[in-house]
């Protein structure tokens, strides 16, 4: 029997697949600029998706993601292993060695993962790994696992890249907190923006960006967390109203330590699908300086994944 290795990917019921033709933004991203979250997805022909995956993306290949890039004006890239790839890193390192230097990654890895496979990996460009604490997405690792993980990644400077809901962090955070290596936080530990952003839980999270002066965090997927919107769509150039003052918060009071990213292809949407170029448009809202913009996307995200790159040689990306 001959088996066809596409239809064993059927895309999850509902699934949007990402915007094709997005629009060039008006905002012009500063030189050297990083989308520091995004995925690759497969293609699963070639990388197929893990067994115990809770969702089956569209693919999105490499190639699509460089062209989206250069298309957006953007240089570099962060390329965050996705859930459906499980522990098997090959698709997104397979991303990082084809883009010249021009994207680091952040790895999802097993307790009891060799030195061996961490030093391919950082030679790779990898530079952390991704601890899921969202139910929806991944089963709860034993925390003594995850306590494994981080005493093998500490000695090659890496950092722990954490994605939770708002309402799981008092619970989380002492755990967090006792993590001893830099903690960078997905999609501002997804507030509910119905609530007020100078209310006890929003305030909650800033505690927690306070409590150590290593913790980042990404502004991003204002298209996940927006109630009211408008969506990215339609030449809407200022999406996302809802959000806004959250993301201003956390940039305000933390310059130097806030990221951005795209998160294409955009896993688990199921209401719409963003124009990226429409997104990038989102970031002056949320950091409206120059100065703001240019630590936003250039310096922050260079110190921690090109930290002794020299980014000014006319031969490097
Ligand atoms: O909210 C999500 O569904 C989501 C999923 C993943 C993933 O499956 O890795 O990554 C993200 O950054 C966001």
Redesign the pocket.
Known sequence: MTTNPTAAFEKTPGWLDWYAGPSRPRFRPPEGAVDA?C?VFGPGEEFPYAPER??TPCDASKDQLFALRDHLGFTRNVV?????HGADNSAMVDALRASGGRARGVATVRPGVSAAELRDLHEAGVRGV?F?F?K??VDAAPRQDLRDVVERIRPLGWHVVV?FEAGDLAELREFLLSIPVPLVI??MGRPDVGKDPDGPEFEAFLDFMRARDDIWCKVS?PE?LSVSGPAALDGERRAYRDVVPFARRVVEEFPDRVLWGT?WPH???TDHMPDDGLLVDFVPHIAPTPALQQALLVDNPVRLYWPDADLTAPDRP
Do not use: E, G, I, M
Request: net charge positive; charged share 25%.
């Open positions: 979250h995925h809770k969702y965050v292993q996705a859930t459906c991704r899921n969202v929806r997405l994605y997905d999609h997927c996940r998160d896993p688990n949407l």
